[in-house]
């Protein structure tokens, strides 16, 4: 609905530096964005799981002033399993549109071109706790799940790791498409670019490294 008000506020939204990075990571990973109006203004929406209510929340604190609803819980119901979700949308912006473009074609999102250029500690560190996960309890690797992503994708985003931050990866296949395997020589370097940036409720995935 059209509120004089809200748009006289949004005129004064601009993405700071911090906020772009943790949107790289975001859409990288779990955040999504949404046009109503054929991509002339996105909004950012971010759901997780009701688990993992504090790394919402801090991310609700990051994205605050582009937000007029605090987080909410709401039930899903899949194949008869009910999950329990924790999400919010921000205002729907124009500053959100480039990010729009670059990532998203045909309503499907990918990877850009350019991702070597945005891909900073800060975004890698939140596209971790996003997708992140330890191999096993048996290995040191790391993996990133990126199945959502074709194989060429997958192979540009192990290539800007080895360029940018000399992280070691392989591609890892797997029915449903293709995962990032952080090798075991390059964890502890991987652990300490990221670990600053990480929400201590994240700090699971990083458990006995760095």
């Not at 772009?20 to 109503?36: P, W």
């Not at 205002?91 to 850009?112: C, V």
């Not at 596209?127 to 997958?154: C, L, P």
Request: glycine share 6%; charged share 25%.
């Amino acid at each position: 609905m059209y509120s004089q008000s809200i748009e006289s506020y949004k005129t004064n939204l601009k993405l700071t530096p911090r906020q772009k990075e943790i949107l790289v990571g975001k859409l990288l990973g779990d955040g999504h964005l949404e046009t109503s109006n054929k991509g002339r203004t996105f909004k950012l929406r971010i759901e997780h799981s009701l688990t993992q209510k504090e790394y919402v929340n801090w991310l609700y604190q990051e994205f605050k002033e582009w937000v007029r609803t605090s987080p909410q819980i709401k039930k899903q119901k899949v194949k008869g399993t009910i999950y329990w979700k924790y999400w919010f949308n921000t205002l729907s912006h124009g500053s959100f549109r480039f990010y729009g473009q670059q990532f998203y074609r045909n309503k499907k999102k990918i990877i850009p071109g350019l991702i070597h250029r945005w891909l900073t500690p800060l975004a890698l560190a939140v596209w971790f706790m996003d997708d992140g996960s330890i191999k096993s309890k048996y290995h040191r690797a790391r993996i990133i799940n990126t199945q959502g992503y074709t194989k060429r994708e997958v192979e540009r985003l192990i290539a800007v790791l080895k360029s940018k931050f000399d992280i070691q990866c392989k591609l890892r296949r797997q029915k449903e498409g293709y995962q990032i395997m952080i090798l075991a020589e390059s964890v502890d370097k991987f652990i300490r670019i990221i670990k600053p940036h990480l929400h201590s409720s994240m700090y699971y995935k990083i458990k006995g490294l760095g």
